[in-house]
C-alpha cells in the first residue's frame, strides 16, 4: 500500500518533467496545468463575448418591427449578463484549481480539492445551461418570422451542443487524470 502511495505520488509530483526519449518541446504540462489553462481560456473568451455582444445580437434583432424596443434591450442585457456570469465562474475556478499545489499538499488535500472543483464545474453548468436555453429561446421568439432564422439558429445550437459536450468531456477527462494520479488505493 505504502509503495502505491509513494508511486502514485511520484507520477503527479515529477510529471511535468518529459522523460528522456519522449517526443516533444521538452515541456510536458499536468491534469492540473491544463485544467487551469482551459478555465483561463473560457474565462477570456467569455469577456470577450461579454464586450462584442451588443454588436452580435443589436446586430441580430435591431430591424424586427414585430418585437418592442425593451425586449431587444431585455435580450441585450440578458445575453452580456450570461457570458459576464460564465467568465465569473471559470475564473473562480481558474483560481481555485491553480491553488492546489500537488509538492506541498497531502494527496488527500489534493483529491478533496480536486474533488471540489469537479463538483462545482458541474454545478456551474447546471446553472449555465438554463440560461442559454433561455437565451436562445427568447431569441427564437423574436426571429420567429423568418425560417431561414430559425434555420440558422437550430444549426448553431446543434453545432454548439456539440462543441460544448466535447468541451465538458475534455473537462472531466483531466479531472480524471487527476484522479488517476493522486488516488490512494
Known amino acids: ?24 518541446d521538452g515541456k510536458r504540462r499536468t491534469a492540473l496545468e491544463r485544467l487551469a489553462a482551459q478555465y483561463q481560456r473560457f474565462s477570456r473568451l467569455a469577456l470577450v463575448l461579454a ?12 430591424g424586427l418591427e414585430n ?26 475556478l481558474y483560481r481555485g484549481i ?8 497531502p494527496v488527500a488535500e489534493v483529491c478533496r ?8 464545474h ?16 427568447a431569441f427564437v ?3 420567429s418570422d423568418s425560417v431561414y ?6 444549426t448553431g445550437a446543434v453545432i454548439g451542443l456539440a462543441l460544448g459536450l466535447r468541451a465538458l468531456r475534455n473537462f472531466m477527462h483531466e479531472y480524471r487524470q487527476l484522479g488517476e494520479h493522486t488516488e490512494l488505493s
Open 51 to 62: 464586450m462584442t455582444m451588443p454588436m452580435w445580437v443589436w446586430g441580430a434583432v435591431r
Open 1 to 24: 500500500m505504502e509503495e502505491n502511495v509513494k508511486v502514485c505520488w511520484k507520477r503527479t509530483r515529477f510529471s511535468n518533467i518529459l522523460e528522456p526519449g519522449t517526443p516533444g
Open 122 to 137: 458541474l454545478q456551474f453548468v447546471a446553472v449555465l445551461v438554463p440560461m442559454a436555453v433561455v437565451f436562445v429561446g
Open 113 to 120: 480539492m480536486a474533488y471540489f472543483y469537479r463538483k462545482r
Open 98 to 105: 491553480r491553488r492546489i499545489d500537488v509538492a506541498e499538499m
Open 141 to 143: 421568439w423574436m426571429v
Open 149 to 154: 432564422t430559425l434555420y440558422g439558429v437550430a
Open 67 to 92: 418585437v418592442p424596443l425593451w425586449g431587444k434591450v431585455a435580450l441585450l442585457w440578458y445575453g452580456i449578463l450570461y457570458c459576464l456570469t460564465a467568465a465569473a465562474m471559470d475564473g473562480w
